[in-house]
């Protein structure tokens, strides 16, 4: 068994196939996110990206695309736009992933949600990791016409689906016809949607993913891409709610998703579903990524889940030791109850990590989150 870490552009074009492959081997691995072409399109605008592989000959048996910090915690590829991440194993591989870390060389590796089709995490990763299984929401066409798979959620979901479409009826017989685009993002429909995306990050108090300049970066550099994608519903010339992200092939993966507030009453954003599971094979798209949170209305156009994992894994080695330390303290401080005032405390502070890396920049996002949270609470 062979362990290295590469650049993406030192891997040969039998590297990048065998990566297809892995990929293609079960649904869970089947998102933009894990694919060569997303891993190319962040590695020209980052320096820090590379690619842990293991090998077994010349077969890559366990591949992990990263960010490699200097501070030794490799963080999952485009984090924070990190829904998913790596290792991709193959089925039958010898390698585990704490293994793949491990043998690297590594100090350690965070992340978010971590698909394990396979079962191979193991009680070398924490075990307050492991409890937080996710089940993401995904849209996935098959060999289902749109008809069908809109006749079928609408047999799962007849009281939502019958409200869906008396608001569409409402919108359109109170202001006007509603029109449906979806492709590459037009710079200004782009700009549009990301404004909106602004005022509901500024009313949140989360950090500013469309401004803040790491995310930023990796916005723009999809945006011109030409994976970029993006669905969009509209009255007349008026944008009423949007999706962008990364497309790879026949898989959607949105992260931006806003809508015009001027008509929150009419729900645009599941009239824009609703469009999405009408026009599924009319786009070419066979997976439409709508990841984790908001239950109340993904559940009801989902009709499949992506299963992952958050984890950490801590190589060997004084930064390892370090990085696995800090793990501890956030543990022993209740990090570990996602509802708690610590662990929101530990998401920001980790979204701030990934977001900027100069120091100002940080502490001015922490400075903000505080500030706005007080405001929010004194408002409840």
């Known amino acids: 068994m062979h362990f290295q870490i590469a650049h993406y552009e030192h891997l040969s074009a039998a590297d990048v196939e065998q990566w297809r492959n892995l990929s293609r081997q079960h649904p869970d691995y089947d998102s933009a996110l894990l694919t060569p072409e997303f891993s190319e399109v962040i590695s020209q605008i980052r320096k820090d990206v590379r690619i842990v592989l293991a090998r077994s000959g010349d077969t890559i048996v366990a591949l992990l695309p990263v960010h490699l910090r200097p501070d030794g915690l490799a963080r999952p590829i485009g984090a924070p736009f990190c829904d998913y991440s790596g290792p991709l194993l193959e089925k039958s591989s010898p ?224 930064h390892a030791w370090r990085q696995a330390a800090n793990r501890y303290v956030w543990q022993i401080l209740g990090a570990n109850s996602p509802a708690g005032i610590t662990a929101r405390l530990r998401r920001r502070m980790e979204q701030i990590a990934v977001s900027e890396f100069q120091a100002i920049p940080r502490i001015r996002e922490f400075i903000y989150a505080v500030a706005t949270r007080s405001t929010l609470r004194r408002k409840h």
């Open 95 to 318: 390698v585990l992933p704490f293994e793949l870390v491990r043998q690297a060389g590594i100090a350690a590796f965070a992340s978010p949600a971590m698909p394990d089709p396979w079962d191979m995490s193991s009680p070398e990763i924490s075990v307050t990791e492991r409890d937080g299984l996710l089940d993401n929401h995904i849209i996935r066409s098959g060999n289902l016409d749109s008809t069908t798979l809109l006749e079928a959620q609408r047999a799962r979901h007849p009281k939502r689906f019958k409200n869906f479409r008396r608001l569409r009826s409402q919108v359109e017989r109170e202001v006007g016809p509603l029109r449906y685009e979806w492709g590459r993002p037009r710079p200004e429909v782009l700009d549009q949607l990301l404004k909106y995306k602004q005022e509901q990050y500024r009313k949140s108090g989360l950090v500013d993913l469309t401004t803040a300049t790491e995310p930023a970066r990796i916005l723009n550099a999809v945006a011109s891409s030409k994976h970029a994608f993006q669905t969009s519903l509209w009255l007349g010339e008026t944008l009423l709610s949007g999706h962008f992200g990364i497309r790879v092939g026949t898989s959607f993966h949105p992260w931006i998703a806003a809508f015009n507030p001027a008509y929150s009453q009419y729900s645009p954003g599941n009239l824009l579903l609703l469009q999405v599971l009408e026009t599924m094979h009319e786009m070419g798209l066979e997976t439409y990524d709508l990841a984790n949170g908001h239950d109340h209305y993904k559940k009801y156009f989902a009709n499949g889940t992506r299963p992952a994992k958050p984890i950490f894994i801590a190589g060997t080695g004084i």
